[in-house]
C-alpha cells in the first residue's frame, strides 16, 4: 500500500510518500518538505505564533495536495518537540485541523525515542545484539536500549540542536565562554539519567540517527548520501572533538559550505556537536554508526504492524 507519512519536526515539515507491505523495508517514493523552524516561531509564553500556525497549515496542506497527487492511501501524520513544548499545542493542531481536515497527532518523547528505536532494530536486524539508540532533533534528545524491538529504556530530553543554539548562541556565533556553559549543561543533563541505560550493561552496537547526527558524520569523513543508504557510516568520537573547536570559531556561511551541512541547519551544527560528542563520552562509545531509519521508518513499521494484526 502506499503511506504518506507526515512529520512536522522542530526544523522542517517532511511529507515521505512510501510503498510498504509487511516484510518489506519501506520504499521511498516521494518526498516533499520545507524548513518551518516552528521553535523559532514561539512568543515570550511558550506558545506557537500566528505566523507559526499559518506556516503549519500551510505546509501541511500543500503536503495533503501532494499525498493526493501520488496516490497516498493512508496518511500518518504526527508533530514532535516544538509543537509538544508549545503552550497552546492543542490549540494550534485544532486550528490547523480546521483549516486543512487533517488531524496531527503528538508524539510523547518516550513514543520518539520507542518509535526510532524500533526503526533502528528493524534495519540492523538480531545481529546487532544489545542496541543504544540516540536521535537528535531540533527540539529534543531522542535515548534507547534494549535487546528486543522494545526498548527496555527510552527518555526525551531538551536537547534539540536548535533548541540549544537558540538558548546559547547569538546570531549563530559562539564565544568560548558561551561553547563552555553550553558543554556543561549538556553533559549534566545527559548524565542526570544515564545510569538508565547503563546499568544493562554495555551495548553490542551504538546507533545514531537522523539529520544533525548525518551531517556530523559526513563533517567527519563518512560517505556522501549519493552512495547510497547501504554505505556503512561511523562518526568517530576523536574526530567529533578535534572538529568542535574548528566550527566554534567558523560563522554560519563557513559552516554551511561543509559537506553534508545545510544553509538552514547551519547555526545549529556546532549545538549538535556538543551533544553528540557528550553522549558518546558520557556512555563510553568511541563512535556510533548511522542508521539511515529513523523515526518516520519507525512509525511506517508499526502502522504495518497493526495493520497485519488487524488493529
Do not use: C, Q, Y
Given at each position: 500500500?502506499?503511506?504518506?507519512?507526515?512529520?512536522?519536526?522542530?526544523?522542517?515539515?517532511?511529507?515521505?510518500?512510501?510503498?510498504?507491505?509487511?516484510?518489506?523495508a519501506p520504499l521511498p517514493a516521494y518526498s516533499f518538505k520545507q524548513p518551518l523552524r516552528l521553535a523559532e516561531h514561539l512568543d515570550a509564553t511558550g506558545a506557537v505564533s500566528e505566523g507559526g500556525i499559518d506556516a503549519l497549515a500551510g505546509f501541511t496542506a500543500e503536503a495533503?495536495?501532494?499525498?493526493?497527487?501520488?496516490?497516498?492511501?493512508?496518511?500518518?501524520?504526527?508533530?514532535?518537540s516544538a509543537v509538544r513544548d508549545a503552550t497552546n499545542s492543542d490549540d494550534v493542531l485544532a486550528?490547523?485541523?480546521?483549516?486543512?481536515g487533517q488531524v496531527i497527532e503528538v508524539l510523547s518523547g518516550e513514543d520518539e525515542a520507542r518509535l526510532t528505536f524500533l526503526a533502528v532494530r528493524r534495519w540492523f536486524g538480531w545481529s546487532a545484539?544489545?542496541?543504544?539508540?540516540?536521535?537528535?532533533?531540533?527540539?529534543?534528545?531522542?535515548?534507547?536500549?534494549?535487546?528486543?524491538?522494545?526498548?527496555?529504556?527510552?527518555?526525551?530530553?531538551?536537547?534539540?540542536?536548535?533548541?540549544?543554539a537558540r538558548q546559547h548562541f547569538v546570531a549563530?556565533?559562539?564565544?568560548?565562554?558561551?561553547?563552555?556553559?553550553?558543554?556543561?549543561?549538556?553533559?549534566?543533563e545527559i548524565a542526570h539519567d544515564a545510569g538508565r541505560l547503563l546499568r544493562s550493561g554495555r551495548a553490542d552496537h551504538a546507533a545514531a540517527t537522523s539529520k544533525t547526527f548525518r551531517s556530523l558524520a559526513r563533517v567527519c569523513g563518512a560517505a556522501p548520501s549519493a552512495e547510497g543508504p547501504l554505505v556503512p557510516r561511523q562518526l568517530p568520537l576523536d574526530t567529533l572533538t578535534d572538529w568542535i573547536p574548528k566550527l566554534a570559531a567558523m560563522d554560519p556561511a563557513d559552516i554551511a559550505a561543509l559537506p553534508g551541512v545545510s544553509v538552514s541547519r547551519s547555526h545549529q551544527v556546532l549545538a549538535g556537536a556538543l551533544v553528540a560528542e557528550a553522549v558518546m563520552d558520557i556512555f563510553d562509545l568511541p563512535a556510533l554508526e548511522i542508521c539511515p531509519?529513523?523515526?518516520?521508518?519507525?512509525?511506517?513499521?508499526?502502522?504495518?504492524?497493526r495493520i497485519a494484526a488487524g488493529l
Open positions: 500500500m502506499r503511506l504518506g507519512v507526515l512529520d512536522i519536526g522542530s526544523n522542517t515539515g517532511h511529507l515521505l510518500v512510501v510503498d510498504a507491505h509487511r516484510g518489506a495533503l495536495g501532494v499525498a493526493e497527487d501520488k496516490g497516498v492511501a493512508e496518511m500518518l501524520a504526527f508533530a514532535t486550528e490547523v485541523e480546521r483549516r486543512t545484539g544489545r542496541l543504544s539508540v540516540f536521535d537528535i532533533g531540533g527540539g529534543s534528545l531522542e535515548i534507547a536500549g534494549g535487546a528486543d524491538e522494545s526498548p527496555d529504556v527510552a527518555w526525551s530530553l531538551p536537547l534539540g540542536a536548535a533548541r540549544l549563530g556565533r559562539a564565544d568560548e565562554a558561551a561553547v563552555r556553559e553550553l558543554r556543561r549543561v549538556v553533559r549534566a531509519w529513523a523515526l518516520r521508518e519507525g512509525v511506517i513499521l508499526e502502522r504495518l504492524d
